[in-house]
């Protein structure tokens, strides 16, 4: 059996929800087993349990927030070498990609040795300014598709 956790975080609740929506489509794929846990609550001694690592925020002035970065911090002192790793991100307006791609390139530099599984996922969340969503059902079904896509390379 694989084990992946998703760990995310998230101020109004759709992160949390894209989080929800990845591991549901993980659990479409036989032999993977997802949990899902907002950064604070994850139980740092069992992460190298997992064989997969997925760390979601949503963009805060242009990358992750304070919390997600902390939270890579720390998993860069544990022995995580040859786990694989994801980061998914939620943005309005422009910033499309941008707190992900910054988890990836921190994720690559803290844990050396881990191997990404795939392309981030960016999911946008409506209106303006301090967005609060919620987040559109297609932009959540993009969510499912990209835990399915990722507990697949599983069984190959």
């Known amino acids: 059996m694989v084990k992946v956790l998703v760990a995310y975080e998230s101020k109004y609740g759709n992160t949390k929800r894209v989080a929800e929506k990845i591991v549901e489509g993980m659990s479409k794929v036989k032999g993977v087993k997802a949990d899902v846990s907002e950064i604070k609550q994850v139980d740092l001694g069992r992460v190298p349990d997992y064989d997969a690592i997925l760390v979601g925020s949503?963009?805060?002035?242009?990358?992750p927030t304070r919390g997600a970065k902390k939270f890579v911090d720390k998993l860069g002192k544990l022995d995580l070498k040859g786990k694989s790793v994801a980061a998914f991100d939620t943005y309005i307006d422009k910033d499309f990609e941008m707190a992900m791609k910054?988890?990836?390139k921190k994720i690559g530099e803290k844990i050396p040795g881990s191997k990404l599984l795939a392309p981030g996922l960016s999911v946008k969340i409506p209106g303006k300014g301090m967005a609060?969503?919620?987040?559109?059902e297609e932009e959540l079904s993009k969510s499912v598709e990209f835990g399915k896509k990722i507990a697949t390379q599983f069984k190959a």
């Open 58 to 63: 949503p963009n805060h002035f242009g990358g």
């Open 102 to 104: 910054k988890l990836e």
């Open 132 to 136: 609060k969503g919620p987040v559109s």
